[in-house]
């Protein structure tokens, strides 16, 4: 089962649907993303983030990764979801893995 986004009941019922997505890895298993802006990664240590473009995942990682490329990197210039809850370094790499898409460097995503 590859990645996708749904929408949160609970976003939707606050008013903020764009805000917050829940990606589906291939295990089936769901995580709760949140959209930020690239210039307030700094402010996350940890965490795992994905870059969006034009419907699809083109980059996919550890926050400080992504904080340390180039703000002109076209990952920086996405749309950057992160995904804040898992507890430590093991569990992040267990999201990454199971968000990778099966197609090396993007994922199409649904509609």
Request: charged share 20%; aromatic share 8%.
């Amino acid at each position: 089962m590859p990645p996708s986004p749904n929408v949160s009941r609970v976003a939707i019922a606050a008013g903020v649907p764009a805000r917050y997505v829940y990606w589906a890895g291939r295990s089936g298993r769901r995580y709760v993303f949140t959209c930020t802006g690239g210039a307030s990664l700094a402010d996350f240590e940890e965490g795992v983030a994905i870059a969006v473009s034009r419907g699809e995942i083109v980059w996919g990682g550890h926050v400080t990764a992504l904080a340390r490329m180039p703000a002109d990197a076209a990952p920086r210039q996405a749309a950057i979801y992160l995904h804040l809850l898992a507890p430590n370094l093991q569990a992040r790499r267990a999201v990454i893995d199971d968000l990778r898409p099966a197609e090396p460097h993007r994922l199409r995503l649904a509609a």
